[in-house]
Structures are given as C-alpha cells and as structure tokens.
C-alpha cells in the first residue's frame, strides 16, 4: 500500500521517532514476536503535548514505515489524517501507561507464545537463568480481565505496573516500558528470552534455581555489562540488521 510521506510535514524530532519506532515494528516481526496485525508498541512523540504514536491497525508489522504511523493524542483523537483506524484494546492499555509514567517513552506488548505460556503459570517467571535475573527485579504482574476494552480497567494496570519496567498480564502476554524505542526493545529481548528458555527447561527435568542474593543491585550489573552504554549497546547493530534485510522502514 502507497503511503505519503511525512518526512517535510512533521518536526525533525517526530520524524526520528517515526522512524525508530517503525524500526521496532520491524525487529519484533523480524524476531518472531508479532502476533499477525495484533499487539501494539507505542511511543511518546518529544514536547510538551501529550501525543503519541501507535501502529496502524490492518498493518502487519513487517509492512510498517515511519509514515504509516498514527500520531494519536491522550483520547486517541487522531492528530494527522490515516486511513487506517487504531485497536481500541491497545490504545486502552497503552494510554494508560503513558498517562501514568511520565518516563515511559515506549511501551511494547506481545502476545507471543512462551510470553502467554509463561503468563498462564501460576508462578509466573522463574529464577532458573541469567536471563531472568535481568528481569525478576523489576517485574509486575496484572490479573487477566478479558480483552482490555473497558476504561474502569485503567486504574488497576496502572496500579499493578506501579514503577515497573516488566509486566506480565496473566493469561494474555508479556509488556515493557523503556524510557527511549531502543530501551523497550531490549527489555522486550530478555523477557522473551527467558520466557522460553523457561519453557525449554521445564521440558527437560528438574529445575535449579538462581541464589536470591545475585538479583540485588541488579540495576548497578547491567549498567556495567553493557558498558554504561544501556541498549545502545545493542541498538545500532540492530539497525544495522534491519538495513541489510529491509531499510523501507525508513519511509
């Protein structure tokens, strides 16, 4: 589908998060965690407004482009003319999250098969790898509620999320917050990780479980294992990545 341009129409500032955030789009089809047009990443657009921008509902996430996305305000009025509409259960869930966390630069949710495999445990994650103990210190979880259309639902996401950067929604999937598009998508990396290879190792007998005591500071380690650098550690390469397979992201 022919979609214009918006590269002269918005700021300099939307027009690079457009294109970051298409960029994630990209990378989570590309990763395997898209669940066909379902499941949303939404990103807050720099400046005093409250607007931010969603995926254009119909679009499969491999098929979306700076341009195509909705620039919708905090009542998901759009602000800049689409022909595509925007998923009111992933406008519920994710304007009240930007609402709440004025940090909260991104939010991406998956519904992909070891997130709700795990979110269906009744322990939810385990302390069983590396992986989760990046996650573990900073994870929440929200009981399922059924498919979240209804606005009285708000105020418990919200409370249950609290300052969290990890939610697990009980029976329905896993989602992040990263105050930059390059921080959701490596929370989002290590929490699908160590969802599966949770579910791997309980295929495969019993299960040892992590020292509770190497889950404190865990905030200090990673600042140190990735250099000081966070995700941009890993965020260039990505694009890099994505730039050999595809670059029409960027339109």
Not at 19 to 38: E, K, N, Q, T
Not at 141 to 155: C, F, N, S, T, V
Request: net charge negative.
């Amino acid at each position: 589908m022919e979609i214009a341009s918006l590269k002269q129409v918005v700021s300099a500032e939307e027009w690079q998060t457009r294109v970051a955030l298409a960029a994630c789009y990209r990378l989570v089809a590309m990763y395997g965690w898209s669940d066909l047009v379902f499941t949303h990443i939404s990103a807050r657009i720099p400046g005093p407004d409250h607007h931010f921008l969603i995926n254009p509902y119909g679009l499969m996430f491999d098929e979306i482009t700076a341009s195509s996305l909705v620039k919708v305000d905090q009542q998901c009025n759009k602000l800049i003319d689409s022909p595509f509409p925007v998923n009111p259960a992933g406008f519920v869930i994710h304007s009240c999250i930007h609402e709440a966390r004025e940090d909260a630069g991104c939010v991406l949710h998956t519904h992909s098969r070891a997130g709700v495999a795990v979110s269906a445990q009744k322990n939810g994650l385990l302390p069983i790898s590396q992986q989760s103990t990046v996650i573990l210190p900073f994870l929440a979880y929200h009981d399922y509620e059924g498919i979240a259309l209804r606005d009285e639902e708000k105020p418990r996401l919200q409370k249950d999320l609290g300052r969290a950067n990890f939610l697990m929604l009980r029976n329905h999937g896993l989602l992040v917050v990263g105050q930059t598009i390059p921080d959701a998508f490596l929370n989002m990396y290590f929490f699908e990780n160590a969802c599966r290879i949770q579910l791997d190792a309980q295929a495969g007998g019993e299960l040892t479980m992590v020292d509770p005591r190497i889950l404190e500071g865990m905030e200090q380690v990673l600042r140190k294992g990735s250099a000081g650098q966070g995700s941009m550690i890993a965020w260039p390469a990505l694009i890099r990545k994505l730039d050999r397979a595809d670059p029409s992201y960027k339109t």
